[in-house]
């Protein structure tokens, strides 16, 4: 069993509001026998598509392959919320890699919202950007450091877009008793993340990148030419990106050692008759829980609201039953509302949620693991791979130097453990 066929039937997209409300690419042929290229890249979602289509943009003749459909995995089925910034903040990148490579770290954030703005823009995606993400705190003694650290980006990094929340404020824009304050982030957004996937390989379609689904990848040979061996037929690439990120399987230990395939749920409700007396803008939220709750509004006023998550392959029998709970915790209006839509992904987590890029051989590039952040950084990863790539690797290299340690027992030991300390979490998180 593995995760691109657990849940899901093959070449079929979850039933979710993204697939209800996006127009998917014709199906594209699977890969049979031998076909040649300068890169190959192995994965349909954000890394891979952007990687492909960068490199397609510099001449680059590229091949992508899909297990599934594109857009199927991750980049289709997320919360849609696009930070500006890395997974860690600010404090923690400057402890951990001092403050000139942390600023460097920052810069790169703030290129990924701009560049998921960009390529929307460019390609036509329909991904519909809307302004603002906000951080709720739900425990009272969270909001100063909060407050803090929106202070320090303003003073510090010179960000006038994130200004403090007090709990009358968040109250307004958050229908909630749930939260205490946080913070607002005008430079953050969200996007219907499955419309802009499907761009982006539209997009990959008119440079001239080669696509083909329902390919999935069984081996990699890091010759010179690389070989990507499928089930039936091989690839003969100069050189092979790998855009996995949780559905990576066994294709690669050392990878499969840092990267942790986890999954988690949403629902959307029935249209909602007033939808500001719920969140009114229509930011989006995410909350400051370990198990994070995040929200925001569709298009058709619904309610999207992703919360819980499970370890293991399977998805659980009754994913609307379980997302619910949290919600009607934080708007008990909502308790009774219609559920219409109720879908699960899997994500890749790494131990301290910094994404991992990484060399794997000469010729051999793998870029994972974004940790519930990677609409914007994944989209930015396939900019760096390309530059990587055409020899010009700095930026590649900058997020490649940041540590993302093994799990404890590797691939073997990751679930158990990660369970315990999911236990220990969620317990924290009612304290």
Known sequence: MDFLTANDKLGEYPSSWYAATAKPLPPQPALRGHVHCEVCVVGGGFTGLSTALHLAERGYKVALVEAQRVGFGASGRNGGQVAQDQRLDQEELEKMMGKDIARQLWALGQESAQLVRDLDAKWDCGAGWVPGIIHADHKERFVGHSHAYAEKLNREYDYDLIRPLDREEIREL??????????????????????????????????????????????????????????????????????????????????????????????????????????????????????????????????????????????????????????????????????????????????????????????????????????????????????????????????????????????????????????????????
Not at 292 to 313: C, H, K, P, Q, V
Not at 378 to 391: S, V
Not at 417 to 423: E, I, W
């Open 174 to 431: 958050v229908a909630s008793d749930a939260y205490h304050g946080g913070t607002l982030d005008m430079g953050g957004g969200h996007i219907h993340p499955l419309r802009f996937a499907l761009g982006l390989a539209r997009a990959c379609q008119q440079g001239g990148v080669t696509i083909y689904e329902q390919t999935r990848v069984v081996d990699i040979v890091d010759d010179s030419p690389a070989q990507v061996i499928c089930e039936h037929g091989t690839v003969e690439a100069d050189y092979v990106v790998m855009g996995c990120n949780g559905y990576l399987g066994k294709m690669n230990g050392h990878v499969a050692a840092r990267v942790m395939p986890i999954n988690n749920f949403i629902v959307a409700t029935e249209p909602l008759d007033d939808p500001d007396a719920v969140l009114r803008n229509n930011h989006a939220v995410a909350d400051s829980k370990f198990v994070i709750n995040y929200f925001r509004l569709s298009e058709d006023n619904r309610m999207l609201f992703g919360g819980a998550e499970s370890y293991g392959y399977k998805f659980p029998s009754d994913i609307a039953a379980l997302v619910r709970k949290p919600m009607a915790e934080i708007f008990p209006q909502l308790a009774n509302a219609r559920i219409d839509y109720a879908w699960g992904g899997t994500l890749g987590i790494t131990m301290n949620r910094m994404p991992h890029f990484e060399r794997l051989s000469g010729n051999v590039l793998s870029l994972s693991g974004y940790s519930g952040h990677g609409v914007a950084m994944a989209t930015l990863a396939g900019k760096l791979a390309a530059e990587a790539i055409a020899g010009q690797a700095e930026r590649f290299d900058l997020m490649a130097s940041v540590p993302t340690p093994r799990f404890p027992g590797g691939a073997a030991l990751r679930w158990p453990l990660l369970v315990l300390a999911m236990v220990w979490f969620s317990m924290r998180d009612k304290l």
